[in-house]
């Protein structure tokens, strides 16, 4: 299986910051997605192929990278933000994700 | 959109079955493939398994031995079974549809609880 590993684990920050999640592929792959979850909620789909945003996201998030390394960022944290993101690789089956990182209010 | 939701029991015996159903609307199951996804505080989130209309299946390794998913498409529903169930099988379960390896839409979760 493809192992995904996020950094940081956690990250507080204030509304209005700018926010970095990376995540790291143990083997190259050709596609990734993000998802942002909220406490009592299922994940939600932000970003597919790496950096297309899902219809109806906010153009505040964006997504890049290739190979074994990618990253969400978010550019101007909004209150609703606050919640746990993940990585997951859609290259090939079964289908993994990362262990989270939680965005939490500073 | 499409819109899920799962059903079936909240607590399930050890050794027995788990069984769930995905139900489709505001869509045609005839679309897409459809995966269910657990998320335990131990294990965080892992794909169980997918099923296309067509009866085309992919089961994730480390649970194949004991997963049976189907697809009704008269009733827009697909099911998991779970054979064998313990502890570490407790979790929130979600049906979701896939497109491409990506998530697209999931359902609200069905929190099943494994214990005698």
């Known amino acids: 299986d493809i192992q995904m590993t996020q950094s940081p684990s956690s990250v507080s920050a204030s509304v209005g910051d700018k926010v970095t999640i990376t995540c790291r592929a143990s083997?190259?792959?050709?596609?990734l997605a993000w998802l942002q979850q909220k406490p009592g909620r299922a994940p939600k789909l932000l970003i597919y192929g790496a950096s297309i945003l899902q219809t109806g996201v906010p153009s505040r998030f964006s997504g890049s990278g290739s190979g074994t390394d990618f990253t969400l960022t978010i550019s101007t944290l909004q209150p609703e933000d606050f919640a746990t993101y993940y990585c997951?690789?859609?290259?090939?089956?079964?289908?993994?994700f990362g262990g989270g990182t939680k965005v939490e209010i500073k | 959109q499409v819109q899920l939701q799962e059903s079936g029991p909240g607590l399930v015996k050890p050794s027995e079955t788990l069984s769930l159903t995905c139900t489709v609307s505001r869509g045609s199951i005839s679309s897409y493939y459809w995966s269910w996804i657990r998320q335990s505080p131990g294990k965080g989130l892992e794909w169980i398994a997918y099923?296309?209309?067509?009866?085309?299946?992919n089961y994730n390794p480390s649970l194949k031995s004991r997963i049976t998913i189907s697809i009704d498409t008269s009733k827009n529903q697909f099911s998991l079974n779970l054979s064998y169930v313990a502890a570490a099988d407790t979790a929130v379960y979600y049906c979701a549809s896939s497109n491409s390896g990506r998530l697209d839409y999931w359902g609200q979760g069905a929190v099943v609880t494994v214990s005698s």
């Open positions: 099923i296309h209309h067509s009866g085309s299946t």
């Open positions: 997951q690789q859609a290259h090939t089956f079964p289908l993994t």
């Open positions: 083997q190259g792959i050709n596609t």
